[in-house]
């Protein structure tokens, strides 16, 4: 999806600003949670 693939550069460009252990944990995480949602 459009949408998806938006909310991820975003989200990679915020990871930018964060500590990279946190970055990796948070946006795996959050692909889990894309998948069973």
């Given at each position: 999806?459009?949408?998806?693939?938006?909310?991820?550069?975003?989200?990679?460009?915020?990871?930018?600003?964060?500590?990279l252990?946190?970055?990796?944990?948070?946006?795996?995480?959050?692909?889990?949670?894309?998948?069973?949602?």
């Amino acid at each position: 999806m459009a949408g998806k693939d938006a909310w991820q550069a975003l989200f990679l460009a915020i990871c930018m600003c964060q500590k990279l252990e946190g970055c990796f944990f948070d946006y795996h995480f959050y692909n889990i949670k894309g998948v069973f949602m």
